[in-house]
């Protein structure tokens, strides 16, 4: 399968890309830890079947020291045991925020329960707007058929500062 469109060679999808990566830099920039930052948009990557979005998360992740077992054990983080109760409780955020149709509730209480559990309110504004954000970008790179394999650690960093 080959991409639809090219989004990087566009003038508007590109004007599109630097406003959407300025969103993305307030969540990097904010209190919520990096290693759950790519967590979370690697485990909806999956969900979603993007695999542009799963070959940038798990890049960015191991680049920023995230270990290989932990990005092998995203996809059932629920049977692993080298999450932390905060960590879980991000990942079940992600997966409910991405699976919204799935449920007529949305994130259920329980979840949100504890995620208030663990993180404050900056962390929890980052936490929510990354879920929305990266689901965002998986429907960006699945409509074009952007692939995955051919990401850099931080080869957008320069373009989008």
């Not at 692993?80 to 905060?86: L, P, W, Y």
């Not at 007529?104 to 209480?109: A, T, W």
């Amino acid at each position: 399968m080959d991409a639809r469109f090219n989004m990087f060679d566009n003038e508007i999808a590109a004007k599109f890309g630097k406003r959407f990566a300025n969103a993305g830099l307030v969540i990097a920039q904010s209190p919520l830890p990096r290693s759950t930052q790519e967590l979370v948009a690697l485990r909806a990557s999956q969900i979603n079947g993007c695999g542009w979005c799963i070959d940038m998360h798990t890049k960015e992740a191991a680049a920023a020291g995230e270990t290989a077992v932990r990005l092998n054990l995203v996809a059932a983080w629920r049977e692993s045991t080298v999450f932390t109760e905060a960590e879980q409780a991000a990942l079940a955020l992600a997966e409910e925020g991405t699976r919204l149709a799935d449920a007529h509730d949305g994130v259920s209480d329980e979840t949100w329960a504890r995620v208030r559990k663990h993180y404050d309110d900056d962390q929890i504004a980052a936490l929510v707007s990354a879920v929305a954000l990266i689901n965002a970008a998986n429907r960006l790179a699945v409509i074009v058929h952007q692939q995955g394999g051919s990401y850099e650690p931080g080869m957008f960093d320069a373009a989008f500062s």
